[in-house]
């Protein structure tokens, strides 16, 4: 009977499932095997399992010879097996396997150490025997480090130039040679994202699942990595290290994959470092007599290692190990000579990383995996160690540039993503892998991609090289379907209506958009959103706009709002015109009549239909209404404004025959604004109140919708039924939300009778953001330390860090919002201050990637004041001199940091206020903050912010107090 872990099994490389972590993964090089009769039974064996781990993870124990045997003889190429045995079952296991290669050390553990000392001696791999488990435990540590020594195997391509003069530049070796280079070039380039990161920790957790010191240093790693400590994170003592070199080694291309930007990290952190001269350095290495035979054949040819080359400049540092009495007879002695110039290298740095390193005491030039070198010679010296010396080479040598050049124009310009690094690996005969990522880029796709007709036909491709015939004509024929499908015909169904007819995959689209009443109808519903949502398409005379008709004079407008100022459109103006395209007219109100007004405010008749035209004004960035008025005045439309607190309601063409309408610009922290160009409200339950997540059915017709199709909805519309997201006893909008129901019902609507979920919108891709540490020797960095010790008091202060932000796309928008406020107020630079601003918990990472976005600290969730001050002065964005009251906003994390910005803020005319207004939503008109000034709590001046774009993340300062 045995008893084996979840964590033992060994795995190919190239069968790494690609969606989830398997637990029977080892990511590491080391198998610690422990073999006794009472190891899952003894309680002590079973606590000193858990210490072991600590010292190799992936532990596997039994209690029978047979089974131990069994396992241990088909153990993996390229990894190595220490043992642990008991003194009689040892006695028993030892003799039949002490010949495998990849056993390198064995420690008996009994009860009787003279006893087994007898058959013991006669094993050299047998290391040591103990009867202390304590004294076990500390050998295997300390034997460690000799076995990572061990671990750094060489793995190496020769590029050959005999092959190059005979035309064989391509295939064979220099072919592993050249696509080695490739496929690393490829992987760097692909665009990192959040889920590469959530797979790589999920990964992680599961193979340290059973080690609490590395599962904590992953979460470390998860919570607290930044690029700028690449190498301190590579050269630590931790997983990073032993995953990474494996992978390289044996070129396990998923988890390089999502190890990429850390790659990337230590690339460019290597370059910033880069050695300035040239430079001796040396490295030990015991390689197996093929591979010496193999370099002994290869003189004067090229080289490349395949992962991180670590070197000395201490030939007798280098050295040190390969005199320990863990070297196998069955492995060659070797140091490596290396004559490194920079001038010769441009894509591949190599760099003096003591500076850098965890370990500061060591010496350690570090060359980028993927490095080149000419072999020089080789010769043994007296003490039987192999001397090999190499230098290192660009990729400028004659006959490899030719290669690489001739790769880089097939490669280089395509667009890296998945697809081009399924071509690289179907290039290196990984056809497994390659089709892996074919059907993972082909899950990420949406059905109308023109990309996915491409994957289907190399995968067919592929199929037919490997001989799977079935297979190639399921995926032919795959493609041909899809390539005549209406989503990829121009002559059909426009992608966006197909896109947003499906909610279920390619089959229910096909089945939709097999009816020709239902294209009839997509298509030309398809039309009339056109005519409002594509920039391109005017289907109006400006000059005799003012003739057409009331609907027209508002398609045109909503074009203008659409395209033009990238407003988004919601409520009636769609549901019954663009869509329904019904008019409701009572014949005994006449057009002068349809406008009301109510306190001056204009009101069009709710009998009138189709309703007025509400559009959100843009999230990203500050409007400018003159800019909008302008362009009105361009149609000949006179307009008249009203200026809400929370919108601007334009009454346009009053005394115009057809009609006059009103416009609702909706300022943008009233609606739901994560919705792309238009989307259609089933249900018109929408409000102008703090509470428009709960209300209104709708669908983003530029993504896939998230609950029905817009088959339903054009159905729902036409039979003039609406559903219900939230229940009308759902606070604190129940009253409000009844309001609008008892009105649909009057204008002959009927309610479903179920209550769906809300829709979830699709947040839309991430921003690149980049976070530089500020020496701590900078006049910025002290002067912050300055001000935040000063107001602190005393030395109650630890900066952890000051990094300054990049991120281009809040940039790009603060600069816009800057030129709308120096053309309002006349101030050069809209008076903009650098202010304080503290956060905690998620809100930090969504700051970093979205800045201040109202739609979010609107309901409290950003740094608001949690005290006496809380919502003092409304929903916004609330900054202060002083870094103190913004410290009261803050929260420690596990390690007991917080996390506070300085902030750069355009306050453009700042109305000051001593009263608490909490029902503030948007700023005064004629202002562009608020600035709270109360007398009674000194050192309490917040200034106040209500649109996005106003504030730009600037500086991160992690620090504890």
Known sequence: MSSEHSDTESYDSDEINLDTANANTNLE????????????????????????????????????????????????????????????????????IHHINQVINIYVFCANKAIHEKWAKEFQKVTAIFVSVDDLISQIESDNKYRQKLAESLSFNIFNFNDVQTGQSTIGLNGQFVYNQVLMDVLLRIKYNKADKSELIKLCNTQYRKDPTELTIVKEFQHHYTSEKALWWYTRDCFLYKILNKALRMQDVHVLFLLRSFCLDLCQQLQEIQCQSKIKVYRGQLVSKSELTSLKNSLNQLISMNSFFSTSVSPEEASAFLYSKYTSTDLERVVFEIDANPNVVTTKPFADIRSQSAFVKE????????????????????????????????????????????????????????????????????????????????????????????????????????GSLDDSIRWKEKALEIKAHPAHNTTALPPRVLVAASAAGSTKVASVASSTPTKSIYYEIEQRIAQVTDSKRMMFDPTQLHKCSRETRMMAVAWIMVCKFDCKLYGGFVRDWIVGQYLGRPNNITADNWILFNDSTAHLHPEIVPADLDCYLPTHGLYDIDEILNELAKLQMVVNVHRDQWRYLLLVDQNVKTGPFTIDLITPHIGINKYDRIDFDVNNLFVEKDCTKHLGMRVDITYPPYSITLEKIVDNIQKKRFYLLAGHDNKPCGKVIEERMNKMITRGWKQIDETLPPVVPNPGPPSNIELTPVPKTSPVYQKIFEKMKLTFGGNDLKIISIEQIKNAELESIYEQAKKVIQKQTELPDGNQMTLFHGAKGKNIDEILQYGFHDQVYRYGNWGLPQRTLSFILGKGAYFSENPKLQHGRTFPDDDNERVMFQVKVLLGNAQSLSRHKINLNSVPENYHSVHGIFPQLPDSDEFIIYRYGQALPHLKITYRS
Not at 57 to 84: E, G, M, W
Not at 390 to 413: A, D, P, R, W
């Open 29 to 96: 090089t080391f198998y610690l095997i422990w073999l006794d009769p009472h190891v899952n039974t003894d309680k002590h064996l079973l606590k000193a399992q858990q210490r072991l781990r600590a010292l190799i993870s992936h532990l596997v124990t039994f209690d029978d010879v047979d089974t131990c045997r069994k396992y241990i003889c088909q153990a993996p190429r390229n990894h190595y097996l220490v043992l642990i045995v008991s003194g009689q079952l040892g006695q028993k296991l030892v003799p039949d």
């Open 363 to 466: 010496s350690e030039v570090l060359f980028m995996f993927g490095s080149i070198f000419r072999l020089g010679s080789i010769q043994q010296t007296s003490d039987n160690i192999w001397r090999i010396r190499m230098t290192l080479c660009g990729e400028n040598e004659s006959g490899l540039k030719t290669v690489l050049q001739h790769i880089t124009n097939e490669y280089g310009n395509k667009k890296p993503n998945l697809h081009l690094l399924g071509m690289v690996l179907w290039k290196m005969g990984k056809f497994d892998l390659a089709e892996k990522y074919y059907h993972r880029m082909i899950r990420d796709l949406q059905f109308n991609d023109p990309l996915i007709i491409d994957l289907y036909t190399d995968l067919s491709s592929i199929a037919a090289m490997r």
